[in-house]
């Protein structure tokens, strides 16, 4: 069984690149040259040299004792929430930044739900100094006050995405109709490993970043480079796709995925696309994803803006079909009281979709010798206001 | 003969519109489609609503949007289209995105199709590359043209793949745009009908996208077989209602 994406475009039955004509020319650009660029030296110094000058990397690998202790399992947090601007998002859009340059683009274009990658997004622009527009659902701008306003510290021109339900698959839909208009100098930064191959792919190499630096940290601290599971929360699955990349041929470690049930799998305000989820059609991308019997794409619900994407990488679709990948839901109830455990128990403050990940000790039983990795995908303060109404702080 | 073919095959140069089915009204998709019909419009897209119409500019986002509120389904636009073939007799074509047709399952929805009198399929997401490998002998299988897009930033070689696979008429975007996004044309549109007039393509053109009025409807006919209204129709529907289609036509020509 293969885990990576085949010539097509494709990881098993899923992914492939369903775009509209106005968008081949840009994508095969892309398909045909983002693996050569990728390789060549001088892009490599770059991305290395801004991964470690300006995000901040390597990530610490920290052994939580206390939380080892409660749950009497060995965990390891890897924390991508220590990187500039907060979570794993900027590993993506450094790496597509400079690909964008190698292409010779001068405008870049970006889609966001709560805010967090087109706050990655125009950070990268603004340290290139390149035009930079964010598209954000209506409703989204009004609930994510702070991450608007920091966009727009950073040069960023943010624009409404007003159609549909107003929200995050809205704010993807009108970055890719920007694209169709502007088709020659602009690139479309996505932010997660979904969309037309070979976004899936080109997003999970840069966040694989997150799984090579596990195994060798891991190699330091245990003398051991495979962990016997690593977890992640998925809304559209890059910080899991990162997290699992270099275990996923290793079967001897196990691969955790962590959904959000919203208020409950079934309770019609949801965003676990993997129970939910029927093969289907989504930003040029064929995937399990949440519709209607009709073939209408609804919208998910998660008390993580993060979360509540209707869709999910074909990668995952692919895990969670060939059972590579364990797949739990996590309730908004269950994920908040995980949040403020980690808070409490290490002094970390989780971003919400990282606190679904924590939740995970609820579903599943580890044995204490095992060695558990849970990707810390990103830190809380942006969640502050939802966290202060939920505990009454 | 498809009914599409033989209408290529007459000496004229054809006028297409496209309707968002299930929109202003529900249950207007007959009568617009007979009406269109009586004023002379030479061959019908029939829209099926989409909930994220990637291609679209903001009116035939709305139209679907609208259009799904009311309650239009796939299930319930092959129901209001059974009898259609009693009444009209002009090529009608289903414009639609590619999830809705997955979902009905691809054959079924092909076989229902034919059974209707539908002649053909625009389906702006569907690549050919996918239609070629998985679905082309379902679609011939039911006497269906399939048509394909092509932009300015096509090349040569690619539009020559896609006439190949053609059987019927290549769809020609106007300009590098979504839907009702451009008003006129320039220079940039002129070089590129004629770039694609010059290859001597074996499958006929019909132009859309931009198409607003009498003039984009003669300019993007002068070297194409005919052009296809949508975005400016449905405007004219939302301001004027369904019974002034007669208005709308008698200004194209």
């Known amino acids: ?141 009004e609930r994510q006050a702070p991450n608007v306003a920091r966009m727009k510290m950073l040069g960023a021109e943010v624009r409404p995405a007003k159609s549909g339900s107003k929200t995050l698959k809205d704010a993807t839909n009108e970055a890719i109709r920007d694209w169709i208009n502007n088709p020659v100098d602009t690139h479309y930064i996505i932010g997660s490993a979904i969309g037309p191959h ?53 079967p001897e470690v196990g691969i955790i995925a962590v959904e959000a049930a919203g208020k409950g799998v079934h309770s019609g305000e949801s965003a676990a696309t993997s129970q939910l989820g029927k093969e289907g059609i989504i930003h040029g991308c064929k995937t399990l994803l949440m519709q209607t019997n009709d073939g209408q794409i609804t919208e998910p619900y998660s008390i993580s803006a993060g979360l509540d994407y209707p869709g999910v990488g074909p990668l995952h679709s692919h895990l969670y079909r060939t059972g590579r990948g364990e797949f739990f839901s996590v309730t908004d109830d269950d994920a908040m009281t995980a949040g403020l455990e980690l808070s409490q128990l290490e002094g970390i403050i989780p971003a919400i979709e990282t606190s679904h990940a924590l939740a995970i000790f609820n579903d599943k039983k580890f044995k204490p010798d095992d060695i558990v990795v849970i990707s810390l995908s990103g830190r809380g303060d942006k969640d502050l206001n939802t966290y202060i109404d939920y505990f009454k702080l | ?176 745009s979504t839907t009702g996004a451009k008003n006129t044309f320039g220079n940039e549109q002129s070089n590129y009908f004629d770039r694609i007039a010059a290859l001597q393509l074996q499958n006929p053109q019909i132009v859309g996208f931009g198409i607003s009025n009498k003039a984009t409807f003669e300019q993007a006919t002068k070297t194409a077989k005919g052009a296809i209204i949508g975005s400016a129709f449905i405007k004219h529907l939302t301001h004027n209602g369904v019974d002034s289609i007669a208005d709308f036509i008698s200004s194209i020509r």
């Open chain 2, 1 to 176: 003969m498809n009914r599409i073919n033989k209408k290529l095959a007459a000496d004229k140069k054809l006028l297409s519109i496209y309707f968002t089915a299930g929109y202003p009204e529900l249950n207007d998709t007959v009568k617009i489609i007979e009406d269109l019909e009586k004023n002379g419009v030479d061959m019908i897209e029939i829209g099926l609503p989409f909930s994220d119409p990637l291609a679209d500019g903001p009116t035939i986002q709305e139209s679907s949007t609208a259009a799904l509120k009311n309650g239009m389904t796939t299930k319930l636009l092959f129901e209001q289209l059974a009898d259609i073939r009693k009444t009209v007799s002009i090529p009608l074509i289903i414009m639609g995105y590619f999830n809705p047709m997955m979902q009905y399952g691809v054959e079924a929805f092909c076989a229902k199709c034919q059974e209707i009198g539908i002649d053909g399929l625009i389906i702006p997401d569907l690549p050919v590359a996918e239609y070629h490998e998985h679905y082309q002998h379902i679609f011939e299988k039911y006497g269906l043209v399939n048509v394909f897009l092509i932009t300015p930033q096509t090349s040569d070689e690619r539009i020559r793949f896609i006439d190949q696979v053609s059987n019927g008429f290549i769809y020609m975007v106007s300009s590098a």
């Open chain 1, 198 to 250: 070979p976004y899936p792919d080109m997003v999970t190499r840069f966040q694989a970043i997150i799984s090579e630096e596990i195994k060798w940290q891991l190699q330091e601290k245990e003398g051991r480079e495979n962990p016997d599971y690593v977890v992640a929360c998925i809304g559209g699955g890059s910080n899991a796709a990162g997290t699992y990349y270099h275990f996923l041929d290793n």
């Open chain 1, 1 to 141: 069984m293969s885990y990576t994406v085949n010539e097509k475009g494709y990881y098993g039955d899923f992914g492939g690149a369903f775009i509209p004509e106005m968008l081949y020319p840009n994508v095969e650009e892309l398909r045909t040259s983002y693996l050569q660029i990728m390789e060549t030296p001088s892009f490599q110094k770059e991305f290395n040299q801004l991964l470690k000058d300006y995000v901040g990397r390597p990530s610490p690998l920290f052994y939580a004792k206390r939380l080892s202790e409660k749950y009497n399992t060995k965990v390891y947090l890897k924390r991508e929430d220590l990187n500039h601007t907060g979570a794993h998002k900027v590993n993506n859009t450094i790496g597509q930044i400079l690909v964008a340059k190698h292409l010779g683009k001068n405008r870049i274009i970006a889609e966001t739900g709560a805010g967090q990658h087109g706050v990655a997004t125009a950070t990268v622009c603004a340290l290139m100094g390149i035009q930079c527009v964010v598209y954000m659902g209506e409703i989204d701008i």
